[in-house]
Protein backbone atom coordinates (compact mmCIF):
# COMPACT_ATOMS: atom_id res chain seq x y z
CA UNK A 1 0.00 0.00 0.00
CA UNK A 2 1.58 3.40 -0.85
CA UNK A 3 0.25 6.34 0.81
CA UNK A 4 1.48 10.09 0.49
CA UNK A 5 1.81 12.21 3.68
CA UNK A 6 3.04 16.33 3.71
CA UNK A 7 3.57 17.44 7.15
CA UNK A 8 3.03 21.67 6.56
CA UNK A 9 4.63 23.17 9.52
CA UNK A 10 6.33 26.83 10.25
CA UNK A 11 9.94 25.70 10.83
CA UNK A 12 11.71 27.70 13.12
CA UNK A 13 14.91 29.69 12.19
CA UNK A 14 16.11 30.02 15.87
CA UNK A 15 15.87 27.11 17.74
CA UNK A 16 14.57 28.52 20.94
CA UNK A 17 12.57 25.69 22.51
CA UNK A 18 13.95 23.68 25.58
CA UNK A 19 15.08 20.27 24.65
CA UNK A 20 12.85 17.28 25.94
CA UNK A 21 14.58 13.80 27.10
CA UNK A 22 15.86 11.64 24.51
CA UNK A 23 13.88 9.69 22.64
CA UNK A 24 13.90 5.82 23.27
CA UNK A 25 13.93 4.67 19.83
CA UNK A 26 15.37 1.52 17.93
CA UNK A 27 15.00 0.03 14.92
CA UNK A 28 12.01 -2.76 15.16
CA UNK A 29 13.64 -6.62 16.15
CA UNK A 30 13.08 -9.43 14.37
CA UNK A 31 10.60 -12.04 15.53
CA UNK A 32 10.25 -15.79 15.50
CA UNK A 33 11.89 -17.74 12.75
CA UNK A 34 9.68 -18.59 10.01
CA UNK A 35 10.03 -22.02 7.95
CA UNK A 36 12.37 -20.99 5.29
CA UNK A 37 9.99 -20.47 2.49
CA UNK A 38 7.93 -17.96 4.12
CA UNK A 39 10.97 -16.05 5.20
CA UNK A 40 12.71 -15.95 1.53
CA UNK A 41 9.24 -14.79 0.53
CA UNK A 42 9.04 -11.85 3.02
CA UNK A 43 12.85 -10.96 2.58
CA UNK A 44 12.11 -10.77 -1.18
CA UNK A 45 8.85 -8.98 -0.92
CA UNK A 46 10.70 -6.58 1.84
CA UNK A 47 13.62 -5.77 -0.40
CA UNK A 48 11.46 -5.59 -3.53
CA UNK A 49 9.49 -2.45 -2.29
CA UNK A 50 12.18 -0.87 -0.16
CA UNK A 51 12.19 3.00 -0.94
CA UNK A 52 15.03 3.36 -4.12
CA UNK A 53 17.57 5.89 -3.95
CA UNK A 54 17.33 8.73 -5.20
CA UNK A 55 19.12 9.88 -8.63
CA UNK A 56 20.31 13.51 -7.37
CA UNK A 57 23.13 13.62 -4.57
CA UNK A 58 21.25 15.50 -1.57
CA UNK A 59 22.33 18.78 -0.59
CA UNK A 60 22.68 17.32 3.38
CA UNK A 61 22.25 13.90 5.07
CA UNK A 62 19.01 12.55 5.27
CA UNK A 63 16.58 12.61 8.50
CA UNK A 64 16.98 9.79 11.02
CA UNK A 65 14.22 7.19 10.52
CA UNK A 66 13.71 5.25 13.78
CA UNK A 67 10.68 2.63 15.20
CA UNK A 68 9.72 4.16 18.85
CA UNK A 69 10.98 1.45 21.18
CA UNK A 70 7.36 1.76 23.22
CA UNK A 71 5.30 1.50 20.64
CA UNK A 72 6.80 -1.14 18.11
CA UNK A 73 4.72 -4.05 19.50
CA UNK A 74 1.06 -4.19 19.27
CA UNK A 75 -0.56 -6.53 21.72
CA UNK A 76 -4.59 -7.16 21.97
CA UNK A 77 -5.45 -9.16 25.32
CA UNK A 78 -9.11 -10.50 26.08
CA UNK A 79 -10.72 -8.90 28.87
CA UNK A 80 -6.67 -6.42 29.20
CA UNK A 81 -5.54 -9.85 31.25
CA UNK A 82 -1.62 -10.89 30.15
CA UNK A 83 -2.31 -14.43 29.60
CA UNK A 84 -0.99 -16.65 26.31
CA UNK A 85 -4.25 -17.66 26.43
CA UNK A 86 -5.97 -14.51 26.22
CA UNK A 87 -3.93 -13.05 23.30
CA UNK A 88 -6.47 -11.35 20.52
CA UNK A 89 -4.22 -9.92 17.85
CA UNK A 90 -0.03 -9.34 17.76
CA UNK A 91 1.71 -7.13 16.05
CA UNK A 92 5.76 -5.93 15.19
CA UNK A 93 7.14 -3.53 13.15
CA UNK A 94 10.03 -5.35 12.01
CA UNK A 95 12.01 -2.71 10.02
CA UNK A 96 12.12 0.69 8.27
CA UNK A 97 13.66 1.55 4.88
CA UNK A 98 14.13 5.33 3.72
CA UNK A 99 14.96 7.74 1.38
CA UNK A 100 15.02 11.37 0.75
CA UNK A 101 16.05 14.03 -1.58
CA UNK A 102 16.70 17.76 -1.27
CA UNK A 103 18.99 21.08 -3.29
CA UNK A 104 19.18 24.13 -2.25
CA UNK A 105 16.42 25.31 -0.21
CA UNK A 106 13.89 22.62 -1.80
CA UNK A 107 12.01 21.36 1.33
CA UNK A 108 13.20 17.34 2.27
CA UNK A 109 11.07 15.13 0.49
CA UNK A 110 11.60 11.16 2.00
CA UNK A 111 9.86 8.02 1.34
CA UNK A 112 9.66 4.96 3.69
CA UNK A 113 8.40 1.76 3.64
CA UNK A 114 7.83 -0.22 7.25
CA UNK A 115 7.52 -4.03 7.24
CA UNK A 116 5.34 -5.38 9.69
CA UNK A 117 4.40 -8.83 11.04
CA UNK A 118 1.24 -9.33 12.27
CA UNK A 119 -0.68 -12.54 14.73
CA UNK A 120 -3.61 -14.20 15.72
CA UNK A 121 -4.65 -15.64 19.19
CA UNK A 122 -6.81 -17.99 20.30
CA UNK A 123 -9.39 -15.28 21.32
CA UNK A 124 -9.27 -14.03 17.86
CA UNK A 125 -12.66 -12.92 16.88
CA UNK A 126 -12.31 -12.29 13.17
CA UNK A 127 -9.94 -13.09 10.28
CA UNK A 128 -9.41 -9.00 9.54
CA UNK A 129 -8.14 -6.46 11.80
CA UNK A 130 -7.69 -3.20 11.46
CA UNK A 131 -4.34 -2.05 13.04
CA UNK A 132 -3.51 1.23 13.57
CA UNK A 133 -0.08 3.32 13.03
CA UNK A 134 1.43 6.43 13.60
CA UNK A 135 4.31 8.79 11.43
CA UNK A 136 6.09 11.70 13.43
CA UNK A 137 8.74 14.03 12.37
CA UNK A 138 10.50 15.66 15.28
CA UNK A 139 13.06 17.73 15.84
CA UNK A 140 16.17 15.85 16.54
CA UNK A 141 15.75 14.92 20.46
CA UNK A 142 13.33 17.38 20.86
CA UNK A 143 9.14 18.25 20.48
CA UNK A 144 7.30 16.61 17.93
CA UNK A 145 6.52 19.30 14.90
CA UNK A 146 3.83 17.02 13.55
CA UNK A 147 2.40 13.50 13.41
CA UNK A 148 -0.12 11.54 11.38
CA UNK A 149 -2.39 8.22 11.85
CA UNK A 150 -2.97 5.37 9.32
CA UNK A 151 -5.27 2.70 9.56
CA UNK A 152 -3.94 -0.80 8.09
CA UNK A 153 -6.34 -3.58 7.29
CA UNK A 154 -5.04 -6.80 7.63
CA UNK A 155 -6.68 -10.22 6.49
CA UNK A 156 -5.37 -13.66 7.93
CA UNK A 157 -5.68 -16.54 5.42
CA UNK A 158 -7.34 -19.55 6.46
CA UNK A 159 -5.64 -21.55 8.91
CA UNK A 160 -3.23 -19.11 9.15
CA UNK A 161 -2.37 -17.12 11.94
CA UNK A 162 0.48 -15.23 10.93
CA UNK A 163 1.22 -12.69 8.11
CA UNK A 164 3.09 -9.60 6.91
CA UNK A 165 3.15 -6.24 4.69
CA UNK A 166 4.81 -3.21 3.50
CA UNK A 167 3.42 0.20 3.82
CA UNK A 168 5.06 2.54 1.82
CA UNK A 169 4.66 6.03 2.65
CA UNK A 170 5.65 7.57 -0.68
CA UNK A 171 6.36 11.44 0.45
CA UNK A 172 6.92 13.03 4.02
CA UNK A 173 7.76 16.56 3.13
CA UNK A 174 9.60 18.62 5.52
CA UNK A 175 9.94 22.66 4.81
CA UNK A 176 13.41 24.36 5.82
CA UNK A 177 14.08 27.78 6.95
CA UNK A 178 16.98 27.99 4.72
CA UNK A 179 19.42 26.04 2.95
CA UNK A 180 21.67 25.83 5.83
CA UNK A 181 19.25 23.57 7.69
CA UNK A 182 19.96 20.11 6.71
CA UNK A 183 18.13 16.95 7.48
CA UNK A 184 20.26 15.78 10.45
CA UNK A 185 18.10 18.39 12.37
CA UNK A 186 15.31 15.82 12.00
CA UNK A 187 14.00 12.34 13.18
CA UNK A 188 10.80 10.51 11.64
CA UNK A 189 9.62 8.20 14.01
CA UNK A 190 7.12 5.78 13.41
CA UNK A 191 4.74 3.33 15.76
CA UNK A 192 1.72 1.71 16.68
CA UNK A 193 -1.24 3.76 18.04
CA UNK A 194 -0.84 1.87 21.55
CA UNK A 195 -2.91 2.19 24.77
CA UNK A 196 -0.87 3.51 28.23
CA UNK A 197 -0.95 -0.62 29.26
CA UNK A 198 0.67 -1.98 26.14
CA UNK A 199 3.22 1.13 25.90
CA UNK A 200 4.25 -0.23 29.45
CA UNK A 201 4.12 -4.21 28.22
CA UNK A 202 6.58 -2.93 25.73
CA UNK A 203 9.03 -1.36 27.89
CA UNK A 204 9.22 -4.31 30.71
CA UNK A 205 10.37 -6.40 26.92
CA UNK A 206 7.13 -8.83 27.99
CA UNK A 207 6.56 -11.17 24.84
CA UNK A 208 3.54 -13.41 24.14
CA UNK A 209 3.89 -14.62 20.41
CA UNK A 210 1.50 -16.89 18.25
CA UNK A 211 3.20 -20.13 17.75
CA UNK A 212 3.28 -20.60 13.52
CA UNK A 213 0.52 -23.64 12.81
CA UNK A 214 -0.83 -23.91 16.07
CA UNK A 215 -3.16 -21.27 16.31
CA UNK A 216 -4.41 -22.27 19.66
CA UNK A 217 -1.45 -21.84 21.30
CA UNK A 218 0.93 -18.60 21.91
CA UNK A 219 4.63 -18.92 22.85
CA UNK A 220 5.58 -16.43 25.60
CA UNK A 221 9.11 -15.40 25.93
CA UNK A 222 10.96 -12.76 28.36
CA UNK A 223 13.63 -9.97 27.66
CA UNK A 224 14.10 -7.46 25.42
Partial sequence: MRRTLVLLFALLVAWTVAPVAAVHAQAGGGGDSDDSAKKKERSEEWNL????????????????????YDAARYME???????????RYTGEIEGVSSTCEYRGTDPIKVK???????????QAQDA?????????????NRQVIAKDYFDLPVSF????????????????????ADATVSGENFEILVGFDVTPQMAEFNRQGKRFRVNAGAPAEVASTGGR
Avoid: H, M
Avoid at 157 to 171: F, M, P
Fill in 49 to 68: RQAPLPGVRNAGPCPFVKVL
Fill in 77 to 87: FKDDKEASANV
Fill in 112 to 122: TAVLFSFGRGP
Fill in 128 to 140: RKTYRYWVAVTQR
Fill in 157 to 176: ATGQDRTSKVDTIKEIVIPR
